[in-house]
C-alpha cells in the first residue's frame, strides 16, 4: 500500500479552482513527430494523439463531454493520476452534470454501501469499513477519496465495476472454461484477446512470479496453462468492467436519461483500447474516449504500439517519485476473508512469512494476541509493528493449531503490495 498521503476535506476549493482551468487553453502546436526518446507532452497540455498535435482543454473536454463513455486510466499508486482524474472530472461536469462514476476499486456486491455514502447516510469511516476497502482494493483511500467526495457533494452516483476475489482466483486456476455457469457469476464469454493484448500481457506474466520457473527465468508462453489463464483472468476483468459500464448506460437509456459513464480504471485495462474498450465494443457500446496521463518524460515511441495509440488523448502529468521513507511491513501473502479468520491464498518466496513457516491454506486467527476475524484485522496489527521485532501468529492448519513466530527485520520490509 502507499504512503503517500493527500489532503482532504478540500474538495470545494479545489473543485473551483479546477472549474476556472477551463478558461486556460493550451497553446496548440504544429504536428510532432513521435519519435523515440521525444518529449511527447509537457505537465499540464493534452497531446491529441489523432492527430499528433497539443490540443486545448476546452476541445478534449468538450469532446469527453459529448460521449456516452469516458475511460480515465490510472497507475493505482500515483497522486498525479488521481489529482487529473478529479479535474478531468470536474470539468467534465462543468459542461454536463448529468455524469455517473464507475470504480474498479469496488466490487459490485459493495453497489449498495456506494449508494448509502453519496446519499450521505455514512461517514467516511463507516463507507470505507463496509466497502470492505482493505480487504479487497488495499491501496491508500487517501488517493481515492477526493473523488469520492466530490461524488458526495454533487450528488453525482457512483458505479462498482468490479468482480469478488474468488471470481478471478478460480479463472486464474481452472480458466474460464473450467467455470460453469454459476462459477462465472452472469458474466458473458469476453471477446477474444488482439495479438496486441497477448504481447503485453506476455510480458507482465514473464515479470509475474508465476511466470518464472524455480530457476527464476521468464517461462514460454506457448502452450501454457498458467499463461493461459492469466490471459483469461484478465479478459474476465475487462468484460466485468465493460457489462457493468453497459448494463448502467443502457438502463438509463431506457429510462429517458443519457448520461456520461466516467471511468476509473488502471491503465492495463485503458491502454491501446486491448482492454473494457475491445469488450465494450463487442457489447455494442462505441460512443466512447479513452484519455490518459502521461509522464512527461516517458519515452514518446511508447504512446503507439503497432500502430495503435495509448489513448485518444494523453494528458502530461509530473514525474511522481516517492519520498524515501520506511516502507510499511508487508508480511509477504495473499489473503482473503476465510470461514474462521483471514486465508492464506498464497505466499510470496522468500519473504518474511515464508521464512516465517506459515504456508499456503493456512488460517491466520490471531496476531499479536489479538483476533484476526476478517483481512482488515490482519493488516491494522501488522502496519503497527515496528522494524526488528517479532509478531506472534496464531494459525489453524488442517485440524491443527500453530503458533509461528515471525521476525520483521530492517526498515525496507518487502517491495511488494501485499500484506
Not at 165 to 194: C, F, H, M, Q, Y
Not at 268 to 293: A, E, I, M, R, W
Not at 367 to 394: E, H, M, R, Y
Request: glycine share 8%.
Amino acid at each position: 500500500m502507499n504512503d503517500t498521503k493527500l489532503q482532504t476535506g478540500k474538495t470545494p476549493a479545489l473543485i473551483m479552482l479546477l472549474f476556472l482551468a477551463l478558461a486556460a487553453c493550451a497553446p496548440v502546436k504544429s504536428n510532432l513527430s513521435l519519435r523515440d526518446g521525444a518529449k511527447c507532452v509537457a505537465s499540464g497540455h493534452w497531446l491529441d494523439l489523432k492527430t499528433g498535435a497539443y490540443a486545448s482543454t476546452q476541445k478534449i473536454i468538450k469532446n469527453a463531454a459529448s460521449r456516452s463513455v469516458v475511460l480515465l486510466g490510472e497507475e493505482h499508486t500515483n497522486p498525479n493520476h488521481h489529482l487529473w482524474q478529479l479535474q478531468t472530472i470536474a470539468q467534465i461536469h462543468l459542461l454536463n452534470p448529468n455524469i455517473i462514476l464507475g470504480f474498479e476499486s469496488f466490487p459490485r456486491a459493495q453497489q449498495d454501501v456506494l449508494d448509502r455514502w453519496v446519499n450521505n447516510e455514512l461517514s467516511e469511516h463507516e463507507f470505507i469499513k463496509l466497502s470492505g476497502w482493505d480487504e479487497f482494493w488495499r491501496f491508500d483511500k487517501n488517493l481515492y477519496m477526493e473523488l469520492f467526495n466530490f461524488a458526495r457533494i454533487n450528488r453525482v452516483p457512483m458505479v462498482a465495476l468490479n468482480v469478488e476475489r474468488e471470481l478471478i482466483n478460480s479463472v486464474s486456476k481452472n480458466g474460464w472454461a473450467g467455470l460453469n455457469e454459476t462459477e462465472r457469476r452472469g458474466i458473458s464469454d469476453p471477446s477474444p484477446a488482439a495479438s496486441g493484448y497477448l504481447k503485453i500481457l506476455e510480458q507482465v506474466f514473464n515479470e509475474h512470479e508465476k511466470g518464472k520457473d524455480k530457476n527464476g527465468q521468464a517461462q514460454s508462453t506457448k502452450n501454457n496453462p498458467k499463461f493461459n489463464n492469466f490471459v483469461d483472468a484478465q479478459l474476465t476483468w475487462d468484460m466485468a468492467f465493460a457489462e457493468a459500464i453497459s448494463k448502467k448506460l443502457k438502463s438509463e437509456q431506457a429510462s429517458g436519461r443519457n448520461p456520461i459513464i466516467i471511468n476509473i480504471i488502471g491503465r492495463g485495462h485503458v491502454d491501446y483500447g486491448f482492454g473494457v474498450l475491445q469488450q465494450l465494443k463487442s457489447l455494442g457500446v462505441y460512443n466512447v474516449t479513452s484519455l490518459v496521463p502521461w509522464d512527461e518524460h516517458t519515452n514518446c515511441a511508447q504512446t503507439k504500439q503497432g500502430g495503435i495509440a495509448v489513448a485518444d488523448a494523453i494528458f502530461g502529468t509530473p514525474t511522481f517519485s516517492e519520498t524515501p521513507h520506511p516502507t510499511k511491513p508487508k508480511l509477504g501473502v495473499f489473503i482473503e476473508q476465510g470461514k474462521d479468520g483471514v486465508l492464506v491464498k498464497d505466499v510470496v518466496e522468500k519473504s518474511i512469512a515464508a521464512i516465517g513457516g506459515i504456508i499456503k491454506d493456512d488460517i491466520i486467527i490471531e496476531a499479536a494476541g489479538k483476533k484476526t476475524q476478517t483481512p482488515a484485522d490482519l493488516i491494522n496489527t501488522i502496519n503497527a509493528v515496528l522494524p526488528g521485532t517479532w509478531l506472534p501468529l496464531k494459525i489453524k492448519r488442517k485440524n491443527q493449531s500453530v503458533e509461528i513466530l515471525v521476525k520483521f527485520v530492517g526498515t525496507d520490509f518487502h517491495k511488494n503490495n501485499k500484506n
